[in-house]
């Protein structure tokens, strides 16, 4: 009988955990989720990027040449180029690429956000400047028409300093809007190097596009 007892008493005391752990889980998970940090957000604040893929996919398909004028210090010359795909011509603008560092998580909330009109023209701005001097990119600036997806104009200043030298380069990007797109029209970088111990270098390059053929409803045409 006491065996039976104990038996009884065990799976008595047994059943009581079982019901408190159902009762203790759920509160426990909830408990959890509760302390839990929310997921960060992790969207850049400019997805330059996907604009400057974009560009050399249509470019390319669209059969676009540049026009290419680029001054050295005393020297300049001028060059027409066909980049033959949309690699090619991603590595065109490779130099862009360098205003995605707005968006790397230790720098993105280091830089304030604005939105208004464009004082020079019909035109809105949104502005990305940075709040400290060790940023690489100072500031990043859209100007648009109507709607950020509208994009005319992309402006932006980089300064890299390392213990050979320091460059600084202002960037700009120039659109017009064709069938629905933003399609790039021009470019320019214009900047300067200063080795230490040396003289500096001072160059200006100026690319203006052509477009080869249109593009309608996701096909090329004459």
Same mark, same amino acid.
């Given at each position: 009988? /006491?065996w039976?007892?104990?038996?009884?008493?065990?799976?008595?005391?047994?059943?009581?955990l079982r019901?408190?752990?159902?009762?203790?889980?759920?509160a426990l998970v909830? %408990?959890l989720?509760?302390?839990? !940090?929310?997921?960060?957000?992790?969207?850049?604040?400019f997805?330059?990027?996907s604009?400057?893929?974009?560009?050399?996919?249509?470019?390319?398909?669209? #059969?676009?040449?540049?026009?290419?004028q680029?001054?050295?210090g005393?020297?300049?010359?001028?060059?027409?180029?066909? !980049?033959?795909?949309s690699?090619?011509?991603?590595k065109?603008?490779?130099?862009?690429?360098?205003? #995605?560092?707005i968006?790397?998580?230790? #720098?993105?909330?280091?830089?304030?956000v604005?939105?208004?009109?464009?004082?020079?023209?019909?035109?809105?701005?949104?502005?990305?400047?940075?709040?400290?001097?060790?940023l690489p990119?100072?500031?990043?600036?859209? /100007? /648009?028409h109507?709607? !950020?997806?509208?994009?005319?104009k992309?402006?932006s200043?980089?300064?890299?300093?390392?213990?050979?030298?320091?460059?600084s380069?202002? %960037?700009?990007?120039?659109?017009? /809007?064709? #069938?629905?797109t933003?399609?790039?029209?021009?470019?320019?970088?214009?900047g300067g190097?200063?080795?230490?111990?040396?003289?500096?270098?001072?160059?200006?390059?100026?690319?203006?596009?052509?477009?080869?053929k249109?593009?309608?409803?996701?096909?090329?045409?004459?």
């Open positions: 009988m /006491y039976l007892i104990n038996r009884l008493n065990h799976a008595c005391a047994v059943d009581q019901g408190l752990a159902r009762l203790l889980v759920p909830l %408990l989720s509760a302390c839990t !940090p929310p997921a960060r957000d992790v969207r850049g604040l997805a330059i990027d604009l400057l893929q974009a560009q050399a996919s249509y470019l390319a398909a669209a #059969n676009a040449t540049v026009n290419k680029i001054t050295l005393s020297k300049q010359e001028e060059v027409d180029l066909k !980049p033959s795909d690699t090619a011509w991603f065109e603008l490779e130099a862009f690429s360098v205003m #995605n560092a968006n790397k998580p230790i #720098n993105r909330d280091r830089y304030t604005d939105e208004l009109p464009d004082p020079q023209s019909n035109l809105r701005m949104r502005s990305f400047k940075g709040t400290s001097d060790d990119v100072s500031y990043v600036r859209v /100007y /648009y109507g709607v !950020p997806q509208r994009v005319r992309i402006e200043l980089y300064t890299e300093v390392n213990g050979l030298y320091k460059t380069r202002s %960037l700009s990007l120039e659109f017009d /809007y064709i #069938n629905g933003p399609v790039m029209t021009s470019y320019s970088i214009v190097q200063k080795m230490f111990l040396d003289d500096s270098v001072q160059y200006d390059i100026k690319g203006r596009v052509k477009i080869g249109m593009i309608t409803n996701g096909k090329a045409g004459n």
